[in-house]
Nanobody, 123 residues
Framework: QVQLVESGGRLVQAGGSLRLSCAAS????????MGWFRQAPGKEREFVAR????????SYAESVKGRFTISRDNAKNMVYLQMNSLKPEDTAVYYC????????????????WGQGTQVTVSS
């Protein structure tokens, strides 16, 4: 089992920055691929970013590429999402996720989900 707890979500103005954190716990969590998804009101959950356990591969949704950066600290069992140049359309609940699969971009590929943290970007 893997437990994930997100933090860092809050209200921020457009153009601002925010860093989300995810604390992971459980056996062999360091060998899991980690990622972030988000869900805006009335919309489907969507992939944001992912990172492999070896930290040598990352992938981003086109909508956030160049603005968001995913990273992880395996020694601390932490995953981060640095979000810059935020836009109102980034408003959503952000979920930290974990998977034993590699190169995963679909929600069904992630077995473990956190409770989510709300990010609201005002215009």
């Amino acid at each position: 089992q893997v437990q994930l707890v997100e933090s860092g979500g809050r209200l921020v103005q457009a153009g601002g920055s925010l860093r989300l954190s995810c604390a992971a716990s459980g056996r062999t969590v360091r060998s899991y691929g980690m990622g972030w998804f988000r869900q805006a009101p009335g919309k489907e959950r969507e992939f944001v970013a992912r990172i492999t356990w070896t930290v040598d591969s990352t992938s981003y949704a086109e909508s956030v590429k160049g603005r968001f950066t995913i990273s992880r600290d395996n020694a601390k069992n932490m995953v981060y999402l640095q979000m810059n140049s935020l836009k109102p359309e980034d408003t959503a609940v952000y979920y930290c996720v974990a998977t034993i699969r590699t190169m995963a971009r679909h929600s069904y590929e992630y077995a473990y989900w956190g409770q989510g943290t709300q990010v609201t970007v005002s215009s």
